[in-house]
């Protein structure tokens, strides 16, 4: 539905900050907080008639909003909340051992180093496994079980966290936060003055079915006069 769709939030710095939804949105506009837009997609909110001049009130929401008032964040030191749905959408739904693609119920988290083992539950430390391949490696390192690792697991950075915990992501939301992405990887680059590679996604293909290369549609939504 319309009404589900996400608005990308930035800082006036113009990083991004996170999702908001559409009444949230609205209630940034009528407060004045919004700094500039830059998406290419708007949402047009349409709203009750007033009793006087029997006009209808509208407001057009970019997908794309810079707003005052949010605080610096530190991109560098954030490490997002471990939990099962960020971890399959990181490593794309796909089981780390056997490469197959699964529905969310047939996966499960692994520890590559055991917990038995003295394995953390951290984000370097798991990967995504269906279950058959979690049962065949029980308490082993891959190693041990003879099953190794198809990708290195990685620790999502803030835009990467953002980028999985979009629901409908438009086209020029996925734009721009993977120019963000570059961006902080090339700064990482200059930084260290060594290549770092990291597996961002296992296909590219996939992701990009994630996009909706459409604009918003016209909502009209049931408000009292």
């Not at 009793?51 to 509208?58: F, P, Y």
Request: hydrophobic share 40%; charged share 20%; net charge positive.
């Amino acid at each position: 539905m319309i009404t589900q769709q996400q608005i990308l939030r930035l800082n006036s710095a113009g990083r991004p900050t996170g999702w908001i939804n559409y009444q949230d949105a609205v209630r940034l506009y009528c407060n004045d907080q919004v700094s500039y837009e830059c998406g290419t997609s708007s949402l047009l909110i349409r709203g009750g008639f007033n009793r006087i001049t029997s006009q209808q009130s509208k407001i057009l929401l970019n997908s794309i909003v810079a707003t005052r008032n949010v605080g610096k964040f530190d991109y560098s030191s954030f490490t997002p909340t471990l939990n099962n749905e960020t971890l399959f959408k990181r490593d794309n739904h796909h089981c780390m051992y056997c490469g197959n693609e699964f529905v969310k119920k047939e996966l499960s988290r692994d520890h590559i180093m055991p917990l038995s083992h003295g394995g953390r539950d951290i984000w370097t430390n798991v990967v995504t496994a269906c279950r058959r391949c979690n049962n065949a490696k029980g308490g082993k390192t891959p190693e041990d079980a003879k099953m190794l690792l198809i990708a290195i697991p990685f620790i999502p950075s803030r835009v990467e966290y953002i980028l999985l915990k979009g629901r409908k992501i438009l086209a020029d939301q996925m734009e721009f936060l993977m120019s963000q992405i570059i961006f902080c990887f090339m700064v990482n680059l200059q930084i260290n003055g060594v290549i770092i590679w990291k597996r961002m996604f296992l296909s590219i293909v996939k992701i990009c079915m994630m996009i909706i290369p459409v604009s918003y549609t016209h909502l009209t939504l049931p408000t009292k006069a």
